[in-house]
């Protein structure tokens, strides 16, 4: 005879249906009203660091009454950029021309407001390998996802760490708790099918990040206000 318990059944879904499936089983039990936060942005946008830390500050004060699943899609500002990595600086300069010590100092303002020092030093260049790290993240949680994220942006944004250095992904992993991120990052091919699968379904028809999209219908671009969010929040509760 075989013998089949719950947990086994649950143990053969994959990783990102099993997550979506215990987030909506705690807002059931609880009675609060569960919303689905998806996330289109990329590791080297500033003003992405900006809307994650606006999104944390709403979230943290309705947390009484909703609970959250958030998800994180990968979206490419430079999607030729080197993997190697070119002096930031430099970069941006060819880039943005003489507006770029004008945008630094505005970031850097920003910045201060949200209690972090910005930095332009250090290198900038392809993103592909810290999209495949926050992929693998989620498969083990959306709060060890949202971790990865947020080590990750502190590190590029303030510490002048390289997005693509191998040794500080895999120390963003270890500050989040994420297992296993050496090894599934050794094979360029772990992830690759997945991150191109989220980039067509989350970002294909958005122009720029951060991108949200709340319960499947409301919508809110750029670095958005603690108060542009509570107000979709409200807006969910009252389709209850």
Same mark, same amino acid.
């Given at each position: 005879m075989y013998a089949f318990s719950a947990s086994?059944? *649950? %143990?053969?879904?994959?990783?990102?249906?099993?997550?979506?499936?215990?987030? @909506?089983?705690?807002?059931? %039990?609880?009675?609060?009203? /569960?919303?689905?936060?998806?996330?289109?942005?990329?590791?080297?946008?500033p003003w992405c660091f900006v809307g994650k830390k606006h999104l944390d500050k709403a979230i943290d004060s309705v947390k009484d009454q909703f609970d959250f699943e958030l998800s994180w899609h990968p979206f490419f500002l430079e999607?030729?950029?080197?993997?190697?990595?070119? %002096?930031?600086?430099?970069?941006?300069? #060819?880039?943005?021309?003489?507006?770029?010590?004008?945008?630094?100092a505005q970031m850097t303002e920003i910045y201060r407001g949200l209690g972090y020092d910005y930095t332009i030093s250090g290198l900038t260049g392809n993103t592909f390998d810290s999209h #495949?790290?926050?992929? *693998?993240?989620?498969?083990?949680?959306?709060?060890? @996802?949202?971790?990865?994220?947020?080590?990750? %942006?502190?590190?590029?944004?303030?510490?002048?760490?390289?997005?693509?250095?191998?040794? *500080? /992904?895999?120390?963003?992993? @270890?500050?989040?708790?994420?297992?296993?991120?050496?090894?599934?990052?050794?094979?360029?091919?772990?992830?690759?099918?997945?991150?191109?699968?989220?980039?067509k379904q989350y970002s294909s028809n958005i122009s720029g990040v951060p991108h949200f999209v709340i319960n499947g219908k409301f919508q809110l671009s750029g670095a958005q206000p603690p108060a542009s969010f509570l107000s979709v929040f409200q807006k969910v509760a009252s389709q209850e």
């Amino acid at each position: 005879m075989y013998a089949f318990s719950a947990s086994s059944v *649950f %143990n053969q879904i994959p990783h990102h249906f099993r997550r979506r499936i215990m987030a @909506q089983s705690a807002g059931n %039990n609880n009675g609060k009203k /569960l919303i689905k936060i998806d996330i289109s942005s990329d590791t080297v946008c500033p003003w992405c660091f900006v809307g994650k830390k606006h999104l944390d500050k709403a979230i943290d004060s309705v947390k009484d009454q909703f609970d959250f699943e958030l998800s994180w899609h990968p979206f490419f500002l430079e999607p030729s950029a080197p993997k190697e990595g070119v %002096n930031k600086k430099e970069f941006y300069f #060819r880039k943005y021309g003489p507006r770029f010590e004008q945008m630094t100092a505005q970031m850097t303002e920003i910045y201060r407001g949200l209690g972090y020092d910005y930095t332009i030093s250090g290198l900038t260049g392809n993103t592909f390998d810290s999209h #495949r790290l926050i992929y *693998f993240a989620g498969t083990q949680g959306s709060e060890k @996802q949202h971790a990865v994220v947020e080590e990750l %942006n502190i590190g590029y944004f303030t510490q002048a760490k390289y997005i693509g250095d191998r040794e *500080f /992904l895999l120390e963003c992993a @270890q500050k989040a708790g994420v297992e296993g991120a050496a090894e599934f990052l050794e094979n360029p091919e772990n992830g690759k099918k997945e991150v191109y699968d989220e980039l067509k379904q989350y970002s294909s028809n958005i122009s720029g990040v951060p991108h949200f999209v709340i319960n499947g219908k409301f919508q809110l671009s750029g670095a958005q206000p603690p108060a542009s969010f509570l107000s979709v929040f409200q807006k969910v509760a009252s389709q209850e």
